[in-house]
Nanobody, 115 residues
């Protein structure tokens, strides 16, 4: 199982970014996926989750109405559209899945929101 995130960067408050997570080594369409983040000096927190099929989505209260999780099972890619970014969204963002009762994480992509 391999998860590779991309799309992070340095943006200003109010800007948007779209993160991607490309998966390989497992049947992507059959597994739920999640985005987590870890800010400086903070514990890793769950940001959003999506079930297989993409019919159910959950979000942390802090990102509801600003972030949208989605998936493309043909491209084996998970997305996180982040709008109206705030400085407190600054973190390393990770995609995650559980396959065969084992947790798998990507290497993370840095998002920095600063003026």
């Amino acid at each position: 199982v391999q998860l590779v995130e991309s799309g992070g960067g340095l943006v200003q408050p109010g800007d948007s970014l779209r993160l991607s997570c490309t998966a390989s080594g497992f049947i992507f369409s059959q597994f739920s996926m999640k985005w987590w983040r870890q800010g400086p000096g903070k514990e890793r927190e769950l940001v959003a989750g999506i079930n297989r099929g993409g019919t159910l989505k959950d979000y942390a209260d802090s990102v509801k109405a600003r972030f949208t999780i989605s998936r493309d099972d043909i491209k084996k890619t998970l997305y996180l559209q982040m709008n109206s970014l705030k400085p407190e969204d600054t973190a390393v963002y990770y995609c995650h899945t559980n396959v065969g009762f084992s947790n798998y994480w990507g290497q993370g992509t840095q998002v920095t929101v600063s003026s």
